[in-house]
């Protein structure tokens, strides 16, 4: 087992040993390449703290539609 196979298996990418084995050096190199594009990438949420912020102060962050239809009949919760 090469080392690059070794550390795949002590990783969640253990179940797709069988894939990997089947796919040239050159295919490896490219998943290989795109995983690291995809770690490397900001978190999902990252700047959403700063941009609720900006809109705080924009004034951008009222509701856009009422908290309360107008035929919702409260009395009845």
Not at 31 to 54: C, H, M, S, Y
């Amino acid at each position: 087992m090469t080392a690059f196979a070794q550390r795949i298996k002590e990783t969640p990418m253990a179940p797709y040993m069988g894939i990997l084995q089947s796919l040239s050096r050159k295919d490896i190199e490219i998943v290989v390449t795109f995983l690291n594009e995809i770690k490397d990438n900001a978190p999902t949420r990252a700047g959403w703290a700063a941009a609720a912020q900006q809109a705080h102060a924009d004034g951008e962050d009222k509701l856009t539609i009422a908290d309360v239809f107008e035929d919702e009949m409260m009395e009845d919760w």
